[in-house]
C-alpha cells in the first residue's frame, strides 16, 4: 500500500518535459517518477525497491473478468446469446489502437 509522499520542486520546463514524456508512455506524472526511481534503484543494487505499479500482464486477467461481469450486468439481453458473446469479445479485445499498445 502507498503511503509515503514525496514533495518535489523543479523548473516549470522539466515539469512540461516531464509531463510530456509521462503522456507519450500512458502514465500519469507520479506514475513515472515513481517507475524512475524504481529503476534507479534497482540499478544501484537496492533489490528491495519495488514499484506496485502492475506490469500489463498482472492486471489483464482481473481487468478481463471484472469487464466481463459488467458487461454480462448491463448488456443488451433483447438479442441472442450468441450476438452477446461476440459483442463482449469486441468490447473485451477494446478497440485495435488499444490491443497495439499493449503489445509494446
Known amino acids: 500500500m502507498k503511503t509515503a509522499t514525496i514533495n518535489l520542486l523543479v523548473e516549470p520546463s522539466l515539469k512540461a ?3 510530456k514524456v509521462a503522456a507519450e508512455d500512458h502514465r500519469s506524472l507520479n506514475g513515472l517518477i515513481e ?5 534507479y ?8 525497491a519495488r514499484s506496485s505499479t502492475r506490469s ?3 492486471g489483464s486477467p482481473k481487468a478481463a473478468e471484472m469487464a ?10 433483447t438479442v441472442p446469446p ?15 489502437e488499444f490491443r497495439d499498445m499493449r503489445r509494446k
Open 17 to 19: 518535459a516531464a509531463e
Open 35 to 39: 517507475k524512475l526511481l524504481t529503476d
Open 41 to 48: 534503484c534497482k540499478k544501484r543494487g537496492l533489490a528491495s
Open 56 to 58: 500489463p500482464a498482472n
Open 68 to 77: 466481463a461481469r459488467t458487461i454480462d450486468d448491463i448488456g443488451d439481453k
Open 82 to 96: 450468441e450476438e452477446q458473446q461476440q459483442r463482449k469479445r469486441t468490447l473485451i479485445r477494446g478497440p485495435k
